[in-house]
């Protein structure tokens, strides 16, 4: 397995100490930065498994050193750490495609199940070598390919840039065409643990995926809405869906 490598960006030194102390357990190496100049400098120039960033930093904040992140990467998962709740509909919202939050003051023990679960969710939707090289082109629906092991997609050959939420959602979605899917569902399968309320992030995303993949976001012919239910993905000729 890949080495598990964890960036901290936490000023607050009690806190740092602590998320750290409990996050070497289950992974190689924590790397704490105390501000944010070194956070934006080894988030960007350096490999990691998962970023965790304090929202309210010296230097650039939590919301500049994500967007930079996006720049470059994405698909490396993100967690927000915010002490304000009247912040969490940025952090969730459209800007900064960070994948999870939690609000200040967290248990160490959420914060602990919420980066088992954003590592559990990485290896579920990692495809083994194997299979990544049997579906390496995975064609889902007419002009729309996959490529699992690549982490890419493609729109009538346009690589299309997707976060890692986006990412997730429509490999789920594809490898299970026609199922119809509540956003509670959604939730538990793409964002994992602990996001119950947030049915509407579900929405958010949706919307933000389908204004990438759809030729008419306002007539999705993909990801199109099941009324009093939820969302399905609708597989269309020349469906070889090989995972
Ligand atoms: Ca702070």
Known sequence: MKKRRILLVEDEQDIADLVSLHLRDMCDEVVVAS???GGM???TTES???V???????????????????????????????????ELDRVLGLETGADDYLTKPFSVLELVARVRAIFRRIENLQFSPEQAHDASQLVTSGNLSIDPSRREVRL????????????????????NPGRVFRRADLL?????YGHEGYEHTVNSHINRLRAKIEHN?????????????GYKFAAQNSLNVAV
């Open 41 to 43: 400098r080894l988030a």
């Open 217 to 229: 976001p306002s007539k999705p012919e993909m990801i199109v809405t099941v009324w009093g239910v």
């Open 35 to 37: 501000d944010g100049f």
């Open 52 to 86: 965790i960033l304090d929202l309210c930093l010296p230097g650039p904040d939590g919301l500049e050193i994500c967007r930079a992140i996006r720049r470059n990467s994405a698909y490396l998962p993100i967690l927000m750490l915010t002490s304000k709740s009247s």
């Open 48 to 50: 990691w498994s998962l």
């Open 156 to 175: 009538d050959d346009q690589l299309i840039d997707l976060t890692a939420r986006e990412f997730d959602l429509l490999s789920y979605f594809a490898r």
């Open 188 to 192: 538990d399968e793409v964002w994992g």
